[in-house]
């Protein structure tokens, strides 16, 4: 069973094995032109062989490009005007077309060119990837990004364009005037992070007096944070919009801002940059390839294969996925994955590593239903990383159990996670609604499919 006419590559069909192996015939290319043209990789790749570079195996020879030497890169001049993006820049600056920049979320944000190439390909990647999220000819689409030159402005708004969608682009605009916008313009589909969806939905109602059920958006595609992939907060979502479905999707500037987005099926985020990169899957710990299969866990890694402007090489994203699947009854070949959080998340318990995901997982298992799956580990700061003692755990409970239920609730979780990770919390219980989608500063929250 396909659906081979909603796919934007003929390829997305074929096994990922030899979606893989096509990239992998492009890598002796990549490696020759880093070398060659880029500062930042020159020095790293000045023993590198490129044609020695011919298997997924083979770069595991090859250095690990961070987020920190991006920064780095860029604020180190080369050769005087003529790299404006620093070091990481591999053509001459008369060649880029348009500057993008991070979010700048943690940190100062690093800015990457594009080439007339870079464009069209990302324009084309993105098209793919807003596709397999429900977009295309009908679609009324509305993007709530508020900045052109971030990855989730000017990119997106070709990508979607490229669909065959009709593009609203109605972010940067007052909330009362964006809810005005949706129902004037018969919006159908809702490009928002999972907490403005949320947020909006309330706004409009309040704005335009009905609900925003009854506005005519069906589909809603949400990125930028994890929440969506929680069954729980993506029922919210479709029942407050009366959405028929919803898509999570990924990206990140620094490699493609779309490289994973969620099909029709719902189960996990296809990777969709078939031409454009090639993701690796490593252990957070040891930097190993993981074989790409249902259950799988790690670290994504990628690589652009073809951009010319600002390549980067086994880009690690911190992101940690856990793989649902290697086919699906889209008829993609390509794996789905949920992300379960940022391996910055780490945290040592007593000499001990451990995700935070991995206890919100033996947790919520434990407590079997009584409590909301969004939990909260509380940190003395947003630093902290060790404990020594048992690590503080908040549970939303569902209902207001007794004082005895409670306690048998608290002791069976407490108990769970000894157990199975052997790592010590503290539970403590506090009312449905406490905390939402996102914590404060000094707090983490963490949200994971349970499968
Ligand atoms: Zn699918």
Redesign the pocket.
């Known amino acids: 069973m396909t659906n081979s006419g909603r796919h934007w590559y003929a390829e997305e069909a074929d096994d990922w094995d030899a979606i893989q192996a096509r990239q992998i015939d492009a890598l002796p290319t990549l490696v020759r032109r880093l070398r060659d043209r880029s500062g930042l990789y020159a020095e790293r790749l000045a023993d590198t062989d490129p044609d020695r570079v011919d298997t997924l195996a083979s770069l595991q020879d090859l250095p690990f490009t961070t987020k920190e030497d991006l920064r780095m890169g860029q604020s180190t001049s080369v050769g005087g005007e003529r790299a404006i993006l620093g070091r990481q820049q591999a053509v001459e600056t008369d060649e880029l077309e348009q500057v993008i920049s991070s979010s700048g979320t943690s940190g100062s944000p690093v800015h990457f060119g594009l080439t007339r190439n870079d464009r069209e390909s990302w324009t084309d990647a993105i098209g793919a990837f807003y596709v397999t999220a429900g977009v295309g000819p009908g679609s009324i689409a509305a993007l709530s990004t508020g900045m052109p030159m971030v990855a989730g402005g000017i990119p997106y708004a070709d990508g979607i364009r490229r669909t065959g969608a009709a593009l609203v682009w109605f972010g940067g605009q007052t909330t009362p005037r964006m809810a005005s916008t949706l129902e004037r313009l018969q919006v159908n589909t809702l490009i928002a992070t999972a907490s403005f969806a949320t947020m909006f939905a309330d706004k409009v109602e309040e704005v335009l007096g009905v609900p925003a059920r009854d506005l005519g958006v069906r589909t809603v595609i949400s990125g930028g944070e994890p929440g969506m992939g929680l069954p729980d907060v993506r029922a919210g979502v479709m029942e407050k919009w009366g959405a028929s479905r919803v898509s999570e999707v990924m990206g990140l500037g620094d490699v493609l801002p779309g490289v994973w987005a969620e099909?029709?099926?719902g189960?996990g985020m296809?990777f969709t940059a078939l031409r454009d990169v090639l993701v690796e899957l490593v252990d957070p710990a040891t930097g190993a390839q993981v074989l790409w299969e249902e259950g799988a866990t790690g670290e994504l890694v990628y690589t652009t294969v073809r951009r010319e402007a600002t390549p980067v090489l086994r880009f690690r994203s911190r992101d940690h996925i856990v793989v649902k699947g290697m086919d699906?009854?889209?008829?993609?070949g390509t794996p789905?994955i949920r992300c379960v959080g940022r391996t910055d998340d780490m945290l040592i318990y007593k000499a001990m590593n451990v995700f935070p995901t991995a206890i919100r997982e033996v947790a919520l298992a434990a407590a079997s239903g009584e409590v909301h799956e969004v939990i909260r580990l509380r940190k003395e700061s947003a630093a902290q990383v060790r404990f020594d003692g048992p690590i503080p755990l908040e549970m939303q409970t569902r209902h207001a159990p007794d004082r005895q239920a409670q306690e048998d609730l608290r002791r069976r979780v407490e108990g769970a996670v000894r157990e199975q990770l052997r790592v010590r919390v503290a539970v403590e219980f506090v009312p449905d609604g406490t905390f939402g989608l996102v914590g404060d500063k000094n707090s983490i929250v963490y949200v994971a499919d349970r499968g």
Do not use: F
Not at 328 to 332: A, D, Q
């Open positions: 099909c029709e099926a189960d296809h699906c009854i889209c008829g993609r789905r």
